[in-house]
């Protein structure tokens, strides 16, 4: 059976109402490197009017490749025509230069004679798509196999984290057919990533800053330059973040950088996990199989129950942010407190230091229990005076209120509420005096809070939210891979995501 084997791995879908749009997008992916194609005639008002920016793409790229689809209405495409009008405008699109056409399997049911003809000059990608969910797999490949092609496309929403391994593993079956795999979807994202490795012929992305053709799709860019598709193997390590939200994690961005940097064959993917959802996702790390992963919001907690073994620090903690496997066992740490630790011992002396920690949630509480290791006296000072006095009794530190703060002074000040986060970043829990010599925000959207800009303006020595983040990575980086981190790295890859983002983003 044919295969399309001499077509890249990343397929970039264009979808645009406006011929000249089409055209001047598929020319700037081109210039960025591009070399495979989907053109929607279906997102045209007038589908012939792509034929033309089809053949002139072509003659200025000749090394480019053009997939035609043109998908029907009643498919979830846009196309209002009849099978008929469907296969004259692929048969249309062919004789321009396309050099694959898709068609989803309910035309070529309804017309297989013009389906199979349509193999006499071009590719036939043979598309199958599951809006609601992932069913069975094997009896729809079954029943796109009816029909001779050159490749099969299975494309499902998931709705379970493990339903990006029932894709996966119809690739390790059917090793020998060529088929496109990948579940729509945030939650779906991993399988556009991995199903190449696995043995699809591509997976699909989406021009810059353009919505995608369907739900989940990224960048090129981010394909090729943070999950490094084109050079992904069957045997490259999994890693990922488990998060709900995950969209806006800065730890892909971060880790597949130190992967880079370092020259692992690895990758490190966002793993969409709901509240209800751990247990099915524990399914799918051992299906992979993961070697290990962070857990952020809302996971810290819960993910204890699924460890066998969790490390003394974590466990007074209360939460685990770090996971990996060893000898079969899934292991769990907490590397926030080294996030905490490490920046302040670089500026000041722990041991007998006095510090000031104000908040009293999950991040204070992980700072907490870190600095009354290191020896430091500890004050905590919070919103909700109650939380504040039981925090200090479970790390034996001193509660404070905040009216009582204008008499005192501390040698460092670690900050660990929302208080300046993007977008109330007008917001300060010190409007005045900041009480330290040395001052930590772990907030690092922005970059610089109002905090740390107005404790630059009183001569205080600041560290950044960004600092943290690095060092709790760097950390997890070190207890996966055994090797030194490359924090300088580390650190300019979550800078460049932050810029990227210029959006709320969450820690993990």
Not at 8 to 36: H, K, M, N, S, V
Not at 122 to 137: F, M
Not at 382 to 411: T, Y
Request: net charge positive.
């Amino acid at each position: 059976m044919a295969r399309f084997e001499f077509f890249p791995r990343i397929c970039i879908a264009l979808g645009f109402a406006d011929p000249e749009a089409l055209l001047a997008q598929a020319r700037r992916e081109a210039e960025a490197g591009g070399t495979f194609f989907e053109f929607r005639l279906d997102y045209l008002e007038h589908p012939e009017l792509g034929l033309k920016p089809i053949k002139s793409f072509l003659q200025r790229h000749p090394e480019g490749a053009v997939l035609a689809t043109c998908r029907r209405r009643a498919n979830h495409g846009r196309f209002t025509g009849t099978v008929e009008e469907q296969f004259r405008m692929l048969e249309a699109a062919i004789g321009t230069g396309a050099a694959a056409v898709d068609v989803e399997i309910e035309s070529a049911e309804a017309a297989p004679a013009r389906a199979e003809a349509l193999r006499e000059h071009a590719r036939l990608l043979l598309s199958y798509h599951n809006y609601d969910n992932t069913p069975a797999l094997e009896p729809v490949l079954r029943r796109l196999m009816r029909i001779p092609a050159d490749g099969y496309k299975l494309v499902t929403t998931a709705r379970k984290p493990s339903d990006n391994y029932r894709l996966l593993a119809l690739a390790k079956a059917h090793a020998r057919v060529p088929l496109v795999l990948m579940a729509m979807g945030e939650m779906g994202f991993p399988s556009r990533v991995l199903s190449v490795a696995y043995g699809a012929l591509h997976t699909y992305a989406a021009p810059p800053a353009v919505p995608g053709t369907a739900p989940g799709q990224i960048s090129a860019h981010q394909l090729r330059h943070v999950y490094r598709l084109d050079k992904l193997t069957r045997t490259a390590k999994v890693y990922g973040v488990v998060a709900h939200p995950v969209e806006h994690s800065l730890s892909p961005a971060v880790h597949n950088r130190a992967f880079q940097s370092r020259r692992l064959d690895a990758v490190y993917l966002p793993f969409l996990v709901r509240p209800t959802q751990l247990g099915d996702f524990f399914r799918l790390a051992g299906q992979l199989p993961l070697s290990g992963f962070s857990v952020t919001i809302p996971h810290k907690q819960k993910v204890m129950r699924y460890l066998d073994v969790v490390d003394c620090l974590a466990r007074r903690i209360g939460a685990v942010n770090t996971v990996w496997r060893k000898a079969g066992r899934w292991r769990g740490a907490n590397t926030d407190a080294d996030g905490v630790r490490v920046p302040l011992e670089r500026r000041l002396r722990l041991a007998g230091a006095s510090i000031l920690l104000a908040g009293n949630g999950g991040a204070a509480r992980g700072a907490a229990f870190a600095l009354v290791d290191a020896g430091a006296k500890l004050t905590i000072v919070g919103r909700n005076l109650e939380r504040v006095r039981a925090l200090a009794r479970a790390c034996g530190a001193e509660a404070l209120s905040r009216e009582a703060l204008a008499s005192r002074h501390f040698d460092g000040l670690i900050h660990a509420t929302p208080l300046g986060m993007f977008p109330k970043t007008g917001e300060c829990f010190f409007p005045e005096r900041i009480p330290a010599n040395v001052v930590f925000d772990m907030v690092y959207n922005p970059q610089e809070t109002l905090l740390l800009r107005r404790a630059r303006e009183q001569g205080k020595t600041v560290i950044s939210g960004l600092e943290m983040f690095t060092e709790q990575a760097a950390r997890q980086f070190e207890i996966w891979t055994s090797q030194p981190a490359p924090r300088a790295a580390m650190e300019r890859a979550a800078r460049e995501a932050l810029v990227a983002l210029a959006q709320p983003i969450m820690s993990s």
